[in-house]
């Protein structure tokens, strides 16, 4: 379709409900969403807002109960069930809170598994998880089970598992969320470095630290977008404000 | 500039203001581009002038403008003293914010909601100002110190707002 354009990601009117009469859930409730190419976009929101709901229907993990949802220029809320496992496979990346890391699986094979699933070549696959492993920063941890890596590496192998097949979307749901502080910062590195190399990402998060990794950042609340915020602009000066800085500079006595 | 804060970094030794100037902006990274560097220097004149510092001229810099050498005096030894063992704390403005939710939806004025999104939109483009610093410096670095402490205060405001959101919204019963 012409009027897409450079997105990678359109929805109209998303809507995903459960039950019916008295009972009825709007999980998600006319979404309304466009995502550009090489766009960072973070969805936040109180829990049992939707997010998790909205994130799901975007990959096709799910099906919406109404509207229409887009990817690179394609449909596929209609497709069928087998159209749509391959271009989850193809197309979209997924990176999970609590990792889904196969446990008697290594980080290369962990990362190797869903290009073998592809149809790739196991000599492509392996070629691909070193240079993998190598951009999260892992190389030497290519051997390692999942359960000799620390919560923030297992993370980082998981998304190089997300990026095997060079994905037009990856999608991550909570990415902080079982991690510690420290954990986290490696975490953010990873994305702030995905971001820069032009990668189209949605985070759902209520981490305010990894959602101000994004260009774009929305609210939600019932099921629906409330309010949105362009993350650019800002300078050092405001910071000094924050930290006390400028009043202290100003005082005198 | 506060005066302590100058007054503590001549007690490690003697110096020029180009070299307190220097040392502050390595504690602050970029946030000390913001600092406008004669404040040092009208800072250490009223040292002087109250008794806490003294300056000797220093030899072979007679090309530069600051070519004094600053010292503490024992008063300003004591002040320092004083200052380290103070408690004090800046106060953030919640009970500014909190009274301006509820005179907004008492009087019926604005949406509190309205309040608490573009307070967010605010402290997020701060959050993410200060989250790219703070990635940008090396470890171990002072300056990275401080950039955390303001990451971290930030990600209290946006947890304290989250609570308000939570209050503020109207109960909605689906159809």
Redesign the interface.
């Known amino acids: 379709m012409n009027d897409v354009g450079a997105s990678v990601l359109r929805t109209r009117g998303l809507r995903k409900q459960y039950g019916k009469g008295e009972g009825?859930?709007?999980a998600v409730d006319d979404v309304d969403l466009e995502v550009a190419s090489g766009e960072t976009v973070a969805v936040m929101g109180?829990s049992g807002c939707g997010k998790s709901t909205l994130l799901h229907l975007l990959g096709g993990l799910d099906r919406p109960s109404g509207g229409e949802l887009w990817l690179a220029g394609q449909r596929i809320d209609q497709l069928g069930e087998r159209a749509l496992a391959r271009l989850r496979r193809d197309k979209i990346g997924f990176i999970f809170q609590a990792f889904h890391l196969m446990d008697e699986l290594t980080a290369a094979e962990n990362i190797e598994l869903p290009a073998l699933l592809a149809g790739r070549s196991a000599r492509w696959a392996r070629r691909r998880a070193v240079e993998l492993l190598q951009r999260v920063g892992l190389a030497d941890r290519a051997r390692f089970l999942p359960s000799a890596l620390s919560g923030g590496q297992r993370q980082r192998v998981a998304v190089a598992r997300a990026l095997v097949s060079d994905p037009q979307l990856v999608l991550a749901d909570e990415p902080t969320g079982n991690l510690d502080s420290q954990a986290t910062?490696e975490v953010?590195?990873l994305f702030?470095d995905l971001h820069a190399s032009g990668q189209t990402l949605v985070i759902v998060t209520?981490d305010?630290?990894i959602?101000?990794?994004a260009d774009r950042?929305i609210?939600m609340?019932?099921g629906a977008f409330?309010?949105e915020?362009r993350?650019?602009?800002?300078?050092?000066?405001?910071?000094?404000a924050?930290?006390?800085?400028?009043?202290?500079?100003e005082?005198?006595? | 500039?506060?005066?302590e804060?100058i007054l503590a970094m001549l007690a490690k030794e003697p110096s020029h203001g180009y070299e307190l100037r220097a040392r502050l902006r390595q504690a602050?990274g970029?946030?000390g581009?913001?600092?406008?560097d004669g404040?040092v220097y009208v800072t250490l004149a009223?040292l002087e002038k109250a008794g806490l510092a003294t300056s000797e001229p220093s030899a072979g810099l007679r090309d530069r403008p600051d070519r004094k050498v600053y010292a503490l005096t024992p008063e300003g030894q004591q002040r320092v003293a004083g200052w380290l063992a103070e408690v004090s704390w800046?106060r953030p403005d919640l009970a500014e914010f909190h009274l301006k939710l509820i005179a907004a939806a008492s009087a019926g004025l604005a949406d509190p909601?309205a309040i608490v999104?573009a307070q967010?939109?605010e402290l997020?483009?701060?959050?993410?100002?200060?989250?790219?610093?703070a990635?940008g410096e090396p470890d171990g670095s002072a300056a990275g110190l401080?950039?955390e402490?303001?990451?971290l205060?930030?990600?209290a405001d946006?947890?304290w707002l989250?609570a308000c959101?939570?209050n503020w919204?109207p109960r909605?019963d689906?159809?």
């Open positions: 009825l859930v709007r109180p910062v953010l590195r702030e209520h305010s630290r959602a101000a990794t950042l609210s609340r019932d409330v309010d915020t993350l650019t602009g800002g300078s050092a000066g405001n910071l000094g924050v930290a006390g800085l400028t009043e202290m500079c005082r005198e006595v | 500039m506060q005066q804060v602050l970029p946030l581009d913001a600092m406008n404040q009223r800046p909601l999104d967010r939109r997020l483009r701060r959050l993410r100002d200060a989250q790219r610093a990635l401080l950039l402490g303001i990451v205060r930030l990600q946006l947890r989250e959101e939570r919204t909605k689906h159809r």
